[in-house]
T-cell receptor, first 115, second 114 residues
């Protein structure tokens, strides 16, 4: 296990509703990234948080937003849910201390179904 | 065109076989390269990093060809436990800034049978 936890594990919502997904980073990690994985596809980058600020975003509309807290945990919020938002949402944490790549460790994901 | 392209498979091989996966990427500014493994309904896990000089980890060998923008993974002596989806991944982050954007291929499914 990586030490990255996510809640809830499963969620069912209806179109138009709002949802908040939560992620606790691995101990010692200060960066959190969120990914969306649709069935049969690879994960797609939503955004990354570092020092409580969004420091990079993928091709997702503004109704996808996030937060990072002082303890480095994070939330992903999705407003006005659409059927296509049904997917596995993965959180990944890493530590940045200068230099190049620091491995991202993924949580088990939250499976969201929008009806 | 997708940024990272892979053959989705599935690749059905018997135990003990050697199997090779390939992937191509479109952005020549990509910083680093990886293979991840994802078991059914589980999270992706880093299998190995990929370097131009090639690198080996037990039965697994990965190779990067920057000129051709091509990444490969070779699995020798396949085990039943190797059955999984193998994701080709490119990091498009900014070096020394902490920003990392992992771009995943769709994955190649491997099924190893007895």
């Amino acid at each position: 296990e990586t030490g990255v936890t996510q809640s809830p594990t499963h969620l069912i919502k209806t179109r138009g509703q709002q949802v908040t997904l939560r992620c606790s980073s691995q101990s010692g990690h200060n960066t959190v990234s969120w990914y969306q994985q649709a069935l049969g596809q690879g994960p797609q980058f939503i955004f990354q948080y570092y020092r409580e600020e969004e420091n990079g975003r993928g091709n997702f509309p503004p109704r996808f937003s996030g937060l990072q807290f002082p303890n480095y945990s994070s939330e992903l919020n999705v407003n006005a849910l659409e059927l296509d938002d049904s997917a596995l949402y993965l959180c990944a944490s890493s530590s940045f201390s200068g230099g190049a790549y620091n491995e991202q460790f993924f949580g088990p994901g939250t499976r969201l179904t929008v009806l | 065109r997708k940024e990272v392209e892979q053959d989705p498979g599935p690749f059905n091989v018997p135990e003990g076989a050697t199997v090779a996966f390939n992937c191509t990427y479109s952005n020549s500014a990509s910083q680093s390269f990886f293979w991840y493994r994802q078991d059914c309904r589980k999270e992706p896990k880093l299998l190995m990093s990929v370097y131009s000089s090639g690198n080996e980890d037990g039965r697994f060998t990965a190779q990067l060809n920057r000129a051709s923008q091509y990444i490969s993974l070779l699995i020798r002596d396949s085990k039943l436990s190797d059955s999984a989806t193998y994701l080709c991944v490119v990091n498009k982050g900014r070096v020394n800034t902490g920003f990392q954007k992992l771009v995943f291929g769709t994955g190649t499914r491997l099924l190893v049978s007895p």
